[in-house]
């Protein structure tokens, strides 16, 4: 039952991160272009604020429960398969790669609007879409993985 629990969050963890990953990069962006910068800034910062504040659950809420059954269920590192490595790989990547992408160009955009400077603004708004297109990658491929790995 705990196992049942733990690996359902450990799913929605990963459904909320990737998903919103996804949804930013491919749906929110393109539709942003119709506004001007200044307005088109504005949702940016309100929208990448309310989806890093899930980040900051989803994230420890995925190490935990990834820990958690690595170690109940799987008997640690040795008892699991090549696939429980490459997630665990790309997990701690993917929380470096989101911890500089806040730490840094996030930071530097928030700093950027609150100083009425558009164009440093979108430059830092360019390197988190970046990072964030990063990020989404490794997301896709360990979903790949875990699914792949998960049969076999």
């Given amino acids: 039952m705990l196992g049942k629990l733990l690996y359902t969050l450990h799913v929605l963890g990963a459904v909320l991160w990737v998903g919103g990953m996804a949804f930013a990069l491919l749906a929110l962006r393109p539709a942003l272009a119709a506004l001007e910068p ?4 504005a949702v940016h910062e309100g929208a990448l604020r309310r989806f890093f504040l899930i980040v900051w659950h989803a994230m420890p809420a995925l190490l935990l429960t990834g820990y958690a059954l690595l170690f109940g ?14 997630m665990h790989l790309a997990a701690l990547v993917m929380t470096g790669v989101f911890l500089a992408l806040f730490t840094g160009p996030w930071k530097a955009f928030r700093a950027a ?32 993985v875990a699914a792949w790995g998960r049969f076999g």
């Avoid at 200044?38 to 800034?41: E, G, I, L």
């Avoid at 269920?73 to 490459?86: D, E, P």
Wanted: hydrophobic share 50%; aromatic share 8%; net charge positive.
């Fill in 113 to 144: 609007r609150g100083r009425g400077d558009l164009p440093a603004a979108a430059a830092a708004m360019d390197r988190v879409r970046q990072l964030v297109a990063i990020n989404l990658g490794l997301g896709l491929l360990t979903v790949a």
């Fill in 38 to 41: 200044p307005q088109r800034m």
């Fill in 73 to 86: 269920w799987y008997g640690g590192f040795v008892g699991s398969g090549w696939h429980i490595h490459a």
